[in-house]
């Protein structure tokens, strides 16, 4: 470097030295085929997704689902059902086309295809428009898709009596421990009448549920006994009026002391 020679910068035109804000693209040159992913596309995505996850979360607690209690592999009586949301394929295996000599078929090939068909959806309809009459084969399978899953599900959940098998499958504190007074006369016509299928000590077996937890009266203790529910037939009792007042009192003294 010379004497009296400054230092020279140099600048890349390339940079602009002036700060701009981030905004989005300006897409008014396509009108209705796209829009700035933020915040317009994503803002409506979480608006939409908000929307039903309120309503999800609402109809959750005005209709919990029932609990059952601990799978029991010792009870050959109990039909296990799949959780709601694979109903509608509960109820697919129930058709003659997919069970029996075509059970591949109701477990893998259609549901498969149908399940293939959504997902390829957006590449077999590549219109450019977003509006659904633009997009007649995706919107199609999708409305076709939803339609049957809504139906196989309400077929699959209107044969199924929730509030009785819920009440049959009762879950019991494993906690709880109830000493049965077997000196009580109660406990005699129970050996003659309920110890085959409920067990000795009331904690139910194979062929029925237990007796200890259940929240019921005396009434419709004896009712039941009378008319049966569920799976149990009507008049397995066959006692006195006398007899089955004594069972029916020691099944509730039996269940108090549980509480």
């Known amino acids: 470097m010379h004497k009296g020679k400054g230092m020279k910068f140099v600048g890349d035109s390339r940079i602009s030295a002036e700060r701009k804000p981030n905004i989005p693209k300006d897409y008014s040159e396509y009108p209705g085929r796209t829009e700035a992913f933020w915040p317009n596309f994503l803002l409506k995505e979480w608006l939409a997704g908000s929307v039903f996850l309120v309503g999800f979360m609402s109809l959750t607690l005005a209709h919990p689902s029932p609990l059952e209690g601990m799978a029991d592999p010792t009870n050959a009586g109990y039909i296990p059902l799949p959780d709601w949301y694979f109903l509608f394929l509960y109820e697919l295996l129930k058709y003659d086309f997919a069970s029996g000599p075509f059970i591949l078929l109701g477990i893998l090939v259609i549901p498969g295809l149908a399940f293939g ?14 509006r ?3 997009r007649p084969i ?3 399978m999708m409305l076709l898709g939803l339609a049957s899953v809504i139906w196989l599900t309400y077929e699959s959940a209107s044969h199924v009596d929730w509030a009785q098998r819920a009440e049959a499958n009762k879950p019991i504190p494993p906690s709880e421990e109830v000493e049965i ?3 009580d006369p ?3 016509i129970y050996e003659s009448n309920c110890m085959t ?3 000795g000590d009331l904690s139910g077996g194979a062929a029925a549920p237990p007796l200890i937890g259940i929240d019921r009266s005396a009434e419709e203790i004896a009712k039941i006994a009378r008319e049966g529910i569920g799976t149990m037939p009507a008049d397995q009792f066959k006692g006195s009026d006398e007899e089955l007042k004594k069972l029916t009192d020691f099944i509730v003294s039996v269940n108090e002391q549980a509480n």
Do not use: E, T
């Open 132 to 134: 659904p009459h633009q």
């Open 138 to 140: 995706a919107v199609g």
């Open 186 to 188: 109660g406990y005699a």
């Open 117 to 130: 068909g959504l997902l390829l959806a957006p590449f077999l309809d590549k219109g450019p428009g977003r």
């Open 197 to 199: 299928c409920h067990g």
């Open 181 to 183: 007074d077997k000196q």
